[in-house]
C-alpha cells in the first residue's frame, strides 16, 4: 500500500519510518517546533533508526541536540522503545512525558518481571488456546521485549497538560482505549490532533485487554467502553488534520470515527452470532469474527473477542455459562 506524503505544515515534520511486512505499514515520529523541537514518540529499538531521525531531522536544518523533550503517546514498545538511544546519541537526558496510568508499562521494574507471566498464563488458559498457539504468542513477547529500553525517570502528564514552544501549544487529550494512558496531542492553532494509535485510517486500533488488573485505577474498566467514549470526547475538537502513530494522515475524523462506531457494533453482532451456534471458548471463536489473523496474533484475536464479549453481557446478550478454565459465553 502506497503512503500519501504528508502536508508541508510549517515547524511540523513527521518521521516517517516503514515497517515493511507490517499491517501497520508504517511508525510516525513528529517533530514539532523551529528548534528546538517537541519529538512526539520515539519509535521502536532498532540499530538503523536513530540515524534516520537524525537526518529526517537535518533534513530541515535541525539535529538530535534539537530535542527539547520527548512525548509518549502510550506506553507500548514502539512508541517509548528508541528513547534511551536518542538520548544517548544526543549526549543529554531529554526530558520524556508520559501519561500517567501508562507510566508503569515503561519503567525497568515491569520489565525486569517475566514478560510472560502467571496472570497472561492464565488468560490463555481460559481462552483456550492450544499449546502450539502459546508458544508461538510466548515467542513473539519475548522477541518485542529486545525492541526496546525501559525508562524510569519519565515525567507524567495529565489531560489539559499543555506543552508550549516557539509557535505551537500540545494539549494532551487523555483518550483511554488502547491502552488506559493513550493520549493524542492538540495544536490548536494548526488544528492537527496527533492521534497515537487511538485513531488510524487503514485500521480500527486495538482496545486491548488489560491483563494486569492489579495495575488499574478502576478495577471495573473495559477498555472498548472507554474506547468509544474517547472517541465521542474528540468530536468536539475543531480538527483539520489527523496525524497518527501509524499509517497516513487523515482530514476526516468524524467519518474515522463514526466508522469505528460501525465496525465494532458490527464485530459484536458476529461474536454474538458465533455463540448463537455453541458456547465455546474465545480461541474456537476466532475463525467465525476474524476473516485473517497473522500468525502469532491470536492473543490480539482474543482480546478483541473478550472486549466485545464484555459490553454484550453488559447489554444482556451474553452471559457467563462456565467460569472454567477455559472460560465459556452463551448468546441470549
Known sequence: MTIRPFPEI???HPIVMPLPGSDLLTLNLYAVGPGPVTLIDAGLKLPWWVDFIRSSLRSRGLDLGDIERIIFTHGHMDHFGLAMSIREAAGRDIPCFIHEEDRWRIASE???EEMWTEEMEYFMATAGLPETEIRKVRDRFAFLRELCDPLDDASVMRD????EGDGYHLTVIHTPGHTTGMSCLYEARRKILFSGDHIIKHITPNPLMEIK???L???NYQSLRTFMESLDRL????????FPGHGEYMDNLHEIIDGYFVHHRERMDLVWQALKKESRPLYHL???????VPDGDAFLAISELLVHLEILVGEGRAELADPGPPVLYRAL
Open 10 to 12: 510549517e515547524d511540523v
Open 110 to 112: 515491569t520489565f525486569e
Open 235 to 242: 468530536k468536539s475538537l475543531d480538527v483539520r488534520l489527523v
Open 217 to 219: 485505577p478502576d478495577p
Open 286 to 292: 476466532i475463525d467465525d469474527v476474524f476473516p485473517y
Open 160 to 163: 489539559g497538560d499543555v506543552f
Open 213 to 215: 488488573r492489579s495495575r
